[in-house]
């Protein structure tokens, strides 16, 4: 079972207002603003965009053998994700979709900018403000599966403090390298200390 931060409130609905206040929405640097948006608008950006952003992935067969439906995924999206749109002066230029694994974990599930808008630091601003109200929220920590061929991502989340956990091989997505970040200083310690040995950069922040 997982869960959107909307749905682990008491009463909540992903139209609350403030559902992620103070954090968002919130204005990036170069103008972008970053805010809390519907199925709707992730649908259609999809449809427009989707090609465009990963034609690299497309022309060499696609991302899985076991294609899924946006069906299934739309329902799974608005029951249980959060939902955020990056927009330039109103037109959606990138969208974000993450959800609680449980009541402490937090996945990052889906992130994606327009070509003409990566490489700008838009997502590393965000991400980063992102987690703080993970944190501020009382979540542990917060999860990706990032394809080793993705470089420009893992570099974004080491560098926001994420630490490689694992590995995995599944049917759908092939390989992925599993990243965690501790946003509290003792689950921190706590896998430092069970599984890491050598320096330990992550405690000198
Ligand atoms: C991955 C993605 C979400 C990152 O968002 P972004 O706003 O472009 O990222 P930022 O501009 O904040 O940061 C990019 C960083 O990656 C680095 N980078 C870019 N290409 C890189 C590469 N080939 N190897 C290593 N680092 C790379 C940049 O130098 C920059 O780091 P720096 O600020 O330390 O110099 C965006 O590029 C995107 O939409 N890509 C296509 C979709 C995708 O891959 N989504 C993720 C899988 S769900």
């Known amino acids: ?9 008491e009463n909540p609905t992903h139209s609350d207002p403030g559902t992620w206040a103070p954090f968002f ?17 992730v649908r259609e950006f999809f449809q427009r965009h989707f090609k465009e952003i990963y034609a690299a992935s497309i022309a060499e067969g696609g991302f899985s053998p ?26 959606t230029v990138g969208v974000y ?8 974990t937090y996945y990052l599930r889906h992130v994606s900018f327009l070509p003409s808008h990566q490489g700008q630091g838009h997502f590393q601003e965000f991400f980063a403000r992102f987690l703080e109200a993970l944190a501020a929220r ?15 991502n893992i570099h974004i ?7 490689v956990t694992g590995y995995e091989l599944s049917e759908r997505w092939g390989a992925n390298v599993c990243l ?4 509290t200083q003792r689950s921190l310690e706590a ?3 069970q599984f890491c040995w050598g320096t330990k950069p992550q405690l000198q922040h």
């Open 191 to 193: 896998f430092l200390k």
């Open 66 to 91: 076991l294609p899924e439906s946006w069906a299934e995924k739309e329902g799974f999206y608005s029951r249980h994700a959060d939902l955020f749109r990056f927009h330039d002066e109103g037109r």
């Open 180 to 183: 965690t970040k501790f946003l």
């Open 97 to 104: 979709v993450g959800n609680a694994l449980d009541w402490s």
């Open 1 to 9: 079972m997982t869960h959107s931060i909307s749905e682990m409130r």
């Open 138 to 152: 009382g979540m542990e920590r917060a999860q990706a599966h990032v394809s080793p061929a993705n470089l420009a």
């Open 25 to 41: 929405p919130c204005r990036l640097s170069g103008g972008i603003q970053a805010e809390e948006t519907s199925i709707a608008t």
């Open 157 to 163: 989340l080491t560098k926001l403090g994420f630490t």
